[in-house]
């Protein structure tokens, strides 16, 4: 999809400008002329240009529009007309990414547009929240279906936030040591080293190595404090390359621990979007071909892309899963149970509920396993250093003593 910036009359006349992600020219046509309006002039603009509009404009937290959409299924429950709730809402919130995301959502409702197309034209909102706002509406149930969006919402960010307070500790730990090393490596190695070389002390092999080291954060230290800024950097540019990105995802699927946090957080969400998609009404078919584009790990798209393949074929869903051999045995089971029952959105669900705590019970571990790695790193360090100076100080020491 592209992004174009685009000038158009409304059916007042009046000459407005949006922006917005489009497969073609043709669908931006289409869109518009669905509301009888019409082009003026547009702007192809590139992916890059695109997200840096995108990101100048500003864009509401997850946990921001699930507390949106919370808010109005209730004003939809309550019988509030949608524009008098999207005011409310617009002059509530005290983000202002998220007022203007709601004040584009009023205008576009006003140019006729519905409230699943008017939130997909901000460019602000996850394809979850569009979709269950466009299933709501479809259905005659949109307070259900905001809300079971915004449920969703917050479910992927718990285990977001879980898994990053969870790295707390041993990221804040590693950064302290590695400033630790840092300073001793610039500034006391080198004192020391003099005071040996004063005293003519016989330095051991270690010590030899702990000042080759010094020395050699003395001369790069600005590479490497480069390097530690650059890396980031062009890992995120790396992974806008597609077979890098999906390499990448593999590598975390595969590691230990944290991989199994990657591959329940990612089954929780699949097999809960799922559940929420099917038991809604939608078809199953096209669920999958939503949820298949909104799946955030590359390589666990690649190997569940299958799956629809297989439906269309007439392959039941849990066979499918099992040909695409990413799922474990339980929930190809499970999902054939369901399929069987009648109840396949009950048993996504509590598939989605028992990734989910798993994923919860492993963030709760990781720093128990973390510790006592960076008790054996912290203790290497520290040893290497009391051999690399205990040594010659005990030598020197002993001269001074011959001496006196």
């Known amino acids: 999809m592209a992004y174009i910036l685009y000038s158009f009359l409304n059916r007042d006349g009046q000459r407005a400008r949006r922006v ?27 992916d890059a240009a695109g997200k840096t509009l995108e990101f100048f404009r500003g864009k509401p937290s997850p946990l921001e529009i699930a507390e949106f959409c919370t808010t109005l299924s209730f004003y939809v429950s309550g019988g509030v007309d ?6 409310d809402a ?7 990414s998220m007022r203007t995301a709601i004040l584009d959502i009023r205008r576009n409702l006003r140019g006729g547009y519905s409230l699943s197309e008017s939130m997909r034209m901000t460019g602000r909102f996850p394809d979850v929240a569009i979709n269950m706002a466009r299933i709501g509406e479809e259905s005659g149930n949109l307070e259900r279906m905001l809300r079971d969006a915004a449920q969703h919402i917050e479910r992927v960010e718990d285990i977001k936030g879980a898994a990053k307070r969870a790295l707390i500790y041993p990221i804040f730990t590693l950064v302290v040591v590695c400033a630790a090393g840092a300073f001793w490596m610039t500034v006391v190695v080198p004192k020391i080293v003099e005071l040996f070389e004063a005293m003519q002390v016989e330095l051991e092999p270690a010590t030899l190595l702990l000042i080759a080291m010094s020395d050699f954060f003395a001369e790069y230290w600005a590479v490497m404090l480069g390097s530690i800024v650059a890396l980031p950097l062009l890992w995120l540019m790396a992974r806008r390359n597609k077979r890098f990105r999906v390499a990448s995802d593999h590598g975390l699927w595969r590691i230990p621990i944290v991989g199994r946090i990657v591959r329940g957080g990612q089954m929780a969400f699949y097999y809960q979007y799922l559940a929420l998609m099917y038991g809604a009404g939608v078809v199953i078919t096209s669920a999958l071909d939503t949820l298949q ?3 955030s790990n590359k390589y666990f798209a690649t190997r569940v892309h299958g799956v629809l393949d297989d439906l269309r074929s007439g392959v039941n869903l849990g066979d499918a899963f099992k040909e695409c051999e990413v799922f ?24 989605a509920e028992m990734h989910y705590q798993r994923v919860q019970n492993l963030v709760e571990v990781l720093p128990k396993f973390l510790e006592p790695a960076m008790l054996v790193i912290l203790g290497g360090a520290f040893g290497f250093f009391i051999i690399a100076l205990m040594g010659p100080l005990y030598s020197m020491v002993s001269q001074l003593g011959g001496a006196g």
């Open 328 to 351: 474990p045995v339980l929930d190809q089971r499970m999902v054939s149970i369901g399929e069987q029952t009648g109840n396949l959105d009950d048993q996504l669900q509590k598939l």
């Open 82 to 87: 949608l524009h008098g709730a999207l005011a």
């Open 90 to 96: 617009a002059e509530s919130t005290t983000s202002s």
């Open 20 to 46: 917005g992600q489009y497969e073609s020219l043709d669908d931006l046509d289409r869109e518009l002329t669905q509301h009888d309006e019409q082009l003026v002039d547009f702007h192809m603009l590139s």
């Open 293 to 295: 584009k909104t799946v």
